[in-house]
């Protein structure tokens, strides 16, 4: 079975809301120095007007994605089942399925065009500036080692870390994603943790090599709503202490609202909207976000609309 590192960072092989009707090209030129010296403003990931084709059943299937992510800030992509987020995801991390091919635009990470990169270039990149996690930790774990060692094994890989050191640096980022007894849980097999613990170990192999944007990829979604909450407490809490760029895949309209500066809605791949969270959860200007906004009212979607007006009235007073 292929290790933690392999499987989840090697193997990986504004303005206004607006109804989008073209694409958003205008999102500027990035930058070719490293993002950790460049300005809190300057893209780590810009994604310009992508398009994405299954070249085996000759069909294009996104058709024209854009945003740019700068550092601390967080974008959403939501929409229905098949409307083509997660291949947007899999573009930006250089892991599109077999057939399928970007024919157009452009992803730059860092300022870095990624069209043309080798595979070396994308295992020096990912884990320790692009990282991913997907729903399902226990399918990215391997069963038969602890997960602790699964962690040090990333930091050895990514950071050169000497065995204990990694050790140590294993066990800080399990009490960062807050773990209760992180020692313990090092030691720990996948079998013994639940849903929720298995998906912080997951996010702290993600961020183990101190990545400057992370893509979760519907991460909560099959987690409890109380676990879920704490989650995305988490993924809050590292963008703002680390300045993590967040692009954040769900289907639930209410984690988007609580995590996101900015939302994408696709629809059979297609960005049929586009803008400020706020924006477009408050006054919808296509007829699709009304729909799923008017499905989510349902399951507490109106408790965040209504927090965030409440913040709104505030930062206005
Ligand atoms: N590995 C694959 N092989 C064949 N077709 C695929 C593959 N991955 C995606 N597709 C097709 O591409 C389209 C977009 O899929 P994608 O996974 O991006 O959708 P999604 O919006 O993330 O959906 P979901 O919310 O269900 O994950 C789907 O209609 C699907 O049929």
Redesign the pocket.
Known sequence: MATLSEKVLTEAEQDSSSVVEEPNTSTGTGPTEPVRQASPSTPVLSVRDVRIS?QAAGDE??HGVSFTLTPGRAVGIV??????????CRATLGIL????EVTAGSIEIDGQDISGFSSAQWTALRGATISAVFQDPASYLNPSIRVGAQIAEVLRVKKGLKRREAREEAIDLLRAVHLRDPELVYSQYTYELSGGMLQRVLIAAAIAADPRILIA??ATTALDVTVQAEILDLLADLRERTGLALVL?S?DLAVVAQLCDEVLV?RQ?EVVEQGPTHEVLHKPRHEYTRLLIAEHEQYGLDKFLAAETADAVEEDA
């Open positions: 299954d299937i996104v929409g229905e089942s098949g409307s083509g987020k997660t291949l947007t399925p077999a057939h399928f990829d519907e895949v289907h696709m791949g």
